[in-house]
């Protein structure tokens, strides 16, 4: 059974900071791109920050600056550094990662349950 486990959100306060983490895990033969998504009450999810296994990054131009992907290939594990957090950043983040798990001859993408953010005063 292929899991995706985010831990790290939670409630902080304007100019704080969170860490999200994100692992990955269940006969996973390889992984190319892993990431993290958000979706606000009343909004499209969108995409915050991805990572392809080479190590190349793509952000949302409002956290450019602020938030900062990183990868553990070893471990299979994403996090999402998230500094100066802004109360726009109130959201539910669900990590996303395309792999090609043992035994499959193709990619699929997967998705966490989500972790809340709210960051409020």
């Known amino acids: 059974q292929l899991q995706l486990v985010e831990s790290g959100g939670g409630l902080v306060q304007p100019g704080g900071s969170l860490r999200l983490s994100c692992a990955a895990s269940?006969?996973?033969?390889?992984?190319?791109?892993m990431g993290w998504y958000r979706q606000a009450p009343g909004k499209q999810r969108e995409l915050v920050a991805t990572?392809?296994?080479?190590?190349?990054?793509n952000y949302l131009d409002s956290v450019k600056g602020r938030f900062t992907i990183s990868r553990d290939n070893a471990k299979n594990t994403v996090f999402l550094q998230m500094s100066s957090l802004k109360p726009e950043d109130t959201a539910v983040y669900y990590c996303?990662?395309?792999?090609?798990?043992?035994?499959?001859?193709?990619?699929?993408?997967?998705w966490g349950q989500g972790t809340q953010v709210t960051v409020s005063s």
């Open positions: 996303n990662a395309v792999l090609q798990r043992m035994g499959f001859p193709y990619e699929y993408e997967y």
């Open positions: 269940g006969s996973i033969f390889s992984i190319n791109v």
């Open positions: 990572m392809a296994s080479g190590g190349r990054s």
